[in-house]
């Protein structure tokens, strides 16, 4: 029965947002702002048609793994490394700048208010403002067909530091807790865990993905060609 309700709300959801893209489309709106509406819409912030949260919150995590994998696909090693000066130069520029415009502006209009803002708060307020959504900044330069062009290079340069950054964004808001408990020797064993994960990813990208990939092609069967494939994605 589960599977059943998650089939009709999922056909809903699907139903709803063609409508909706294709209203947005009319006004010249992107069509990833007419998915956000979509979920506002029948989420249960707005008219509660899909009520299973997790099953959803599954596929669309699983939507975006897609859209960046098929999004990597039109890019190569060599124009990674042609962003390598954005990425070490104007994405710390550009999180630092925007921490610490956001966080003192907000510190400094909580002041004037009395609004009573922590100056924690206000470096945590600073330190979400300054990220972005990397799948619909992706999206939307894509779809403008602006992803090849010189600031589309910038802008991805600069979303993939954030990714990088919010690793030890993270271990900033542990230490910031009240409670935490969080000691030099944790914060070395997580970026010793960060690290080695992506060494290992990395070397299985390097030396081992190009002999498994000939070898998963080679055998006839599609059922292999797409159950060897997901892994990879």
């Known amino acids: 029965m589960h599977g059943f309700e998650f089939l009709d709300e999922l056909v809903l959801l699907f139903l709803v947002a063609v409508g909706v893209i294709i209203v947005f489309n009319r006004f010249k709106l ?9 979920g506002l819409l029948v989420g249960p912030s707005g008219l509660a048609l899909v009520a299973q949260d997790d099953v959803i919150s599954a ?8 859209l960046l994998f098929t999004i990597g696909l039109e890019f190569s090693l060599d124009d990674l ?4 000066k954005v990425v070490l130069i104007g994405g710390p520029l550009q999180i ?14 909580a002041q004037w208010t009395e609004g009573g803002l922590s100056v924690n ?22 779809d403008r ?24 964004m993270m271990i900033i808001v ?22 080695g994960v992506t060494a290992a990813l990395m070397i ?16 006839s069967t599609p059922e292999v060609l797409i159950l060897g494939g997901l892994p990879i994605i």
């Open 30 to 38: 992107p069509p990833i702002i007419g998915l956000i509406a979509t």
């Open 59 to 66: 596929v669309s995590e699983l939507g975006v793994i897609l």
């Open 81 to 84: 490394k042609r962003l390598r």
């Open 96 to 109: 630092i700048a925007s921490t610490a415009v956001i966080g003192l502006s907000a510190y400094a209009v």
């Open 121 to 142: 708060a206000a470096l945590l307020m600073g330190m979400a403002m300054a990220l972005s959504s990397t799948a619909i900044c992706i999206k939307m330069l894509k």
């Open 145 to 168: 067909r602006e992803l090849g062009l010189p600031h589309g290079r910038a802008v991805l340069g600069i979303l993939i530091f954030q990714d990088i950054a919010v690793v030890p």
């Open 174 to 195: 542990t230490l910031m807790a009240p409670n935490s408990t969080l000691t030099a020797v944790d914060i070395l064993v997580r970026l010793g865990m960060l690290v």
């Open 204 to 219: 299985g990208l390097r030396y081992i993905l190009p002999k498994l990939i000939p070898y998963v092609t080679r055998v």
